[in-house]
């Protein structure tokens, strides 16, 4: 088998170029983090803007003079049909 031998100077260059490599990576490494909590940090102020509302509920209840019964009511303005208050039709 033939020995083979790689001059110095081309390893001191392959290893000049690695370091080189290497400088980039861990700048890439660190840009890679800042931009990650920047993000973040974005994402926090821009939910922090909203106000929250916080909403309570009544309840209502209402006398209806239709003898004795329910009343139904639905929209705005004449209501046609039957009654359902024992049979009586106050629609006239």
């Not at 940090?41 to 939910?47: H, R």
């Amino acid at each position: 088998m033939e020995d083979k031998m790689i001059p110095y100077f081309v390893h001191e260059g392959d290893m000049a170029r690695l370091e080189r490599t290497i400088k980039r990576l861990w700048v890439l490494c660190i840009l890679l983090a800042v931009m990650l909590v920047a993000t973040n940090g974005a994402w926090l102020w821009y939910e922090l803007q909203f106000e929250v509302v916080e909403t309570t509920t009544q309840e209502v209840s209402q006398d209806v003079d239709t003898g004795t019964g329910d009343a139904t009511v639905v929209g705005i303005g004449d209501i046609y049909g039957k009654s359902e208050t024992e049979g009586q039709d106050y629609n006239n």
